[in-house]
């Protein structure tokens, strides 16, 4: 059972990249990391997935050591719209979230 | 992209009525649904696994006889809260997958249930 552990809260400015580490030392062969975001009183949104190395999408990377014991979330120029709460979830049959982090962007 | 509708949006109930909260999957069949509670500033505890078809598997601590859940097709489960009482005010969130057992869960937009 693969238990996660995130900074609590980072805080950026705009134009800035955000990294966020998610730490995950038990994760077993066949799980996935996945990223989710979430707003206020809305439901998680998906961000990106991988199984190891790099993946890219539209609106973030996600780097994954060959170890696969941390995964590294990179928002590039966040803006104000960025401000949420960050979640890391090693995709096990738990589907258990961790505490996340609360990304605070300024102007 | 897949989408998970989740009805009604808030809900103020009295304390001791039942409320039912339903999660459809607009676009896509799930056969396997989740349900999460979310309380104030904290992160999301999944409370039961809706199987369609079968019964629910509920996570330790959640009583099983005050939150039913149906999943009577594959596009819909509910989740009923017996009972209500003013600590079961909080926020509830269904989720699906797409396909494979490794695919992104795609989340509703929560109910949020206030009991008086």
């Known amino acids: 059972l693969a238990k996660t552990t995130q900074p609590i809260s980072m805080d950026s400015y705009e134009g800035q990249e955000v990294n966020i580490t998610c730490s995950h030392n038990n994760i077993a062969t066949n799980d996935y990391i996945t990223w989710y975001q979430q707003f206020p009183s809305q439901g998680p949104r998906f961000i990106i997935q991988?199984?190891?190395t790099k993946v890219t999408n539209e609106v973030a990377s996600l780097f994954i050591p060959a170890d696969r014991k941390s995964s590294t979330l990179s928002l590039p120029r966040v803006s104000l719209s960025d401000t949420a709460v960050y979640y890391c979830?090693?995709?096990?049959?738990?589907?258990?979230f961790g505490a996340g982090t609360t990304v605070t962007v300024r102007a | 992209g897949a989408v998970v509708s989740q009805h009604p949006s808030w809900v103020i109930c009295k304390s001791g009525t039942s409320v039912k909260i339903e999660c459809r999957s607009l676009?896509?069949?799930?056969?396997?649904m989740f349900w999460y509670r979310q309380f104030p500033k904290q992160s999301l505890m999944l409370m039961a696994t809706?199987?369609?078809?079968?019964?629910?598997?509920?996570e330790q601590g959640v009583e099983k006889d005050k939150f039913l859940i149906n999943h009577a097709s594959l596009t819909l489960s509910t989740l009923t809260v017996t009972s209500a009482h003013p600590e079961d005010s909080s926020f509830y969130i269904c989720?699906?997958?797409?396909?494979?057992?490794?695919?992104?869960?795609?989340f509703g937009n929560g109910t949020r249930l206030t009991v008086t």
């Open positions: 991988g199984y190891k």
């Open positions: 676009d896509f069949q799930a056969t396997t």
């Open positions: 989720s699906a997958r797409v396909g494979q057992v490794n695919s992104p869960l795609h």
């Open positions: 809706s199987n369609e078809g079968s019964k629910a598997t509920y």
């Open positions: 979830l090693v995709d096990d049959y738990k589907l258990s």
